[in-house]
């Protein structure tokens, strides 16, 4: 009769076990999903790069104001630099 008791009572351990093991296996599943709707909604979607005045290149950019320095010394007359500046812009 002992040996009965002591068989029901670990079958009811075991069980009691594999139940605590199953719930927490259901609760790590329900954080893992509330971790990534937070992510979701934490972050917002990304901006695009704000592009260097108005879309000119970088080498665009250094003509234009080595121009602007000739300029200012008197190299390059006002028609000479509005010519050159209009070739960088494309227009």
């Known amino acids: 009769m002992l040996r009965t008791a002591a068989i029901a ?3 009811a ?6 139940k605590n093991k ?3 296996a ?3 599943v329900a954080q893992d999903e509330a971790i990534q709707q937070t992510a979701y909604q934490a972050a917002p979607p990304a ?4 592009s260097a005045a108005g879309g000119m290149s970088a080498g665009a950019i250094d003509e234009l104001k080595q121009l602007g ?3 200012e010394q008197g190299v390059l007359t006002d ?3 509005a010519a ?3 070739k960088i812009l494309g227009g």
């Open 26 to 28: 259901d609760h790590e």
């Open 69 to 71: 320095q000739l300029h």
């Open 84 to 86: 050159q500046k209009a």
């Open 79 to 81: 028609e000479e630099f």
């Open 47 to 50: 901006a695009p790069p704000p």
């Open 13 to 18: 351990a075991l069980y009691h076990a594999g």
């Open 22 to 24: 199953q719930a927490n």
């Open 9 to 11: 009572g670990g079958g």
